[in-house]
């Protein structure tokens, strides 16, 4: 939660066209959330991208995401975050961004994915390593160790340490 309160989520204009500061709420209710339920009204979709369009909320988004992964989420919230994130690393900056000058979402989302590689990294073992494999595809620039974790991300089978 601590990532969350980082940003000055109001000053971030939101997809939604008001400032972001209902979007770090919406992380608050994912995470704290104790069943899947107690989140049911959270939705990205239109606040941090639309249709693969990127908004500016979506770079400091995936510093919270990564965070809340490092802990020990819900499991509905690292499902829905893991998800989130492939999206997110998979976007570009919408056209609205573009015409306000923000030309390089796509490259700072996915900048910030990268610092958290580690965290995406131990999710390519778990339930949600399809998306998490996803995620590595697009922003890990080794292409070695994509290649290594891939073996896993699309199987049971866990590597002998």
Do not use: N, Q
């Not at 490092?70 to 056209?95: M, N, Q, T």
């Not at 995406?120 to 073992?125: A, C, M």
């Amino acid at each position: 939660m601590a990532e969350i309160g980082r940003h000055d989520w109001s000053r971030l204009r939101c997809g939604c066209g008001e400032p972001a500061g209902h979007v770090a709420d919406m992380f608050r209710t994912l995470i704290r959330a104790p069943e899947a339920g107690d989140a049911s009204g959270v939705d990205f979709d239109g606040h941090l991208e639309r249709l693969g369009g990127l908004y500016e909320p979506a770079v400091p988004a995936v510093g919270v995401i990564l965070a809340a992964l490092a802990g020990e989420p819900p499991a509905h919230a690292r499902a829905d975050l893991i998800f989130l994130l492939a999206i997110l690393v998979s976007g570009d900056s919408h056209p609205d961004e573009e015409a306000r000058g923000l030309h390089t979402l796509g490259a700072d989302v996915r900048h910030r994915a990268r610092e958290g590689i580690w965290v995406i990294l131990r999710h390519v073992f778990g339930p949600d390593r399809d998306d998490a494999g996803t995620i590595l595809e697009i922003i890990d620039p080794d292409a070695a160790r994509r290649a290594h974790y891939a073996r896993f991300a699309t199987s049971e089978r866990k590597p002998r340490h």
